[in-house]
């Protein structure tokens, strides 16, 4: 699993729901499906570009916001450089 999925997974997670929807709903509203949001969610799935349009447009927003959401998380936590 790779960081950045990760993270777009976390962010995606924090939109839906403060939008209080369900996965269900968003994959209805993205034209996507319901499992394919939880893998993407978990990490264990990377978008496309095609993908990052879609949800973003089943949360309402543009799909640079959604980049730019992932991007702010991503300066906001620091790397750890001590790998025990």
Known sequence: MRAA???FGVVLRELRQERGL???ALAFE???NRQFISLLELGQ???SLTTV???AGGLGIKGSELLAAMESRARARPRR???R
Do not use: A, F, I, N
């Open 30 to 32: 993205s034209g996507l």
């Open 22 to 24: 369900s996965q269900e």
């Open 53 to 55: 349009y879609k949800v």
């Open 45 to 47: 799935r990377s978008p």
């Open 81 to 83: 450089t001590d790998r």
């Open 5 to 7: 999925d990760k993270r």
